[in-house]
């Protein structure tokens, strides 16, 4: 019985290790896209930060995009069909964290076939109500230089080996406008 328990533990162990993957172990698919971010805060790791296709309703399910900040809190999630999508919540694994819903829009891209649109600069806020018991969480904006848009891809583009990721992300390098933005841009309307 012992051992089997140790069999399982070490189950879950390789399945959780293997949930924070490498963004760019995989060449970028064809037609596909990427968004790229960051995300900070006492309580981000190892959450997974949750991307929805703007307008979807936030329900998670086994095939919700996840992106896995690393040590930076600078996240990719690769091979997104082009659309719109939005940073909608995040996961501690056994259950989701949903933002609210109206404050999404503000965090939304346009997300293009061969690029890597730059979803924002987040820290995360934990909070407790005396009301109920429950945690509940917000964002604030990042806006110092090592958050802005430039900084953010650049550590990407540096962390890939692939050179294919390196010119998909170079591609959104390139169009950054100076000073560059910690908030997204270019921003969505999120359709209900």
Same mark, same amino acid.
């Given at each position: 019985?012992?051992?089997?328990?140790?069999?399982?533990?070490?189950?879950?162990?390789?399945?959780?290790?293997?949930?924070?993957?490498?963004?760019?172990?995989?060449?970028?698919?064809?037609?596909?896209?990427?968004?790229?971010?960051?995300?900070?805060?006492?309580?981000?790791?190892?959450?997974?930060?949750?991307?929805?296709?703007?307008?979807?309703?936030?329900?998670?399910?086994?095939?919700?995009?996840?992106?896995?900040?690393?040590?930076?809190?600078?996240?990719?999630?690769?091979?997104?069909?082009?659309?719109?999508?939005?940073?909608?919540?995040?996961?501690?694994?056994? @259950?989701?964290?949903?933002?609210? &819903?109206?404050?999404?829009?503000?965090?939304?891209?346009?997300?293009?076939?061969?690029?890597?649109?730059?979803?924002?600069?987040?820290?995360?806020?934990?909070?407790?109500?005396?009301?109920?018991?429950?945690?509940?969480?917000?964002?604030?904006?990042?806006?110092?230089?090592?958050?802005?848009? @430039?900084?953010?891809?650049?550590?990407? @583009?540096?962390?890939?080996?692939?050179?294919?990721?390196?010119?998909?992300?170079?591609?959104?390098?390139? &169009?950054?406008?100076?000073?560059?933005?910690?908030?997204?841009?270019?921003?969505?309307?999120?359709?209900?």
């Amino acid at each position: 019985m012992r051992i089997r328990g140790l069999v399982l533990f070490s189950c879950l162990l390789t399945l959780l290790a293997g949930c924070a993957t490498n963004p760019f172990e995989h060449a970028p698919a064809a037609g596909k896209g990427a968004v790229a971010g960051r995300l900070t805060g006492d309580a981000t790791r190892p959450y997974a930060v949750l991307v929805l296709p703007a307008g979807q309703g936030f329900a998670m399910n086994v095939t919700t995009p996840k992106a896995y900040p690393n040590e930076n809190g600078d996240f990719l999630l690769p091979n997104l069909a082009p659309g719109n999508y939005v940073l909608a919540g995040f996961s501690d694994g056994q @259950r989701p964290y949903w933002f609210n &819903r109206k404050a999404s829009a503000g965090r939304c891209v346009v997300v293009r076939a061969g690029e890597a649109a730059f979803l924002g600069s987040y820290r995360l806020i934990e909070g407790q109500s005396p009301e109920i018991a429950e945690r509940f969480y917000g964002l604030e904006w990042l806006d110092d230089s090592d958050s802005d848009a @430039r900084a953010v891809l650049g550590r990407l @583009r540096a962390q890939a080996a692939d050179p294919a990721w390196a010119g998909v992300i170079g591609k959104a390098l390139a &169009r950054l406008p100076t000073p560059a933005p910690s908030r997204p841009a270019p921003a969505c309307a999120e359709t209900e």
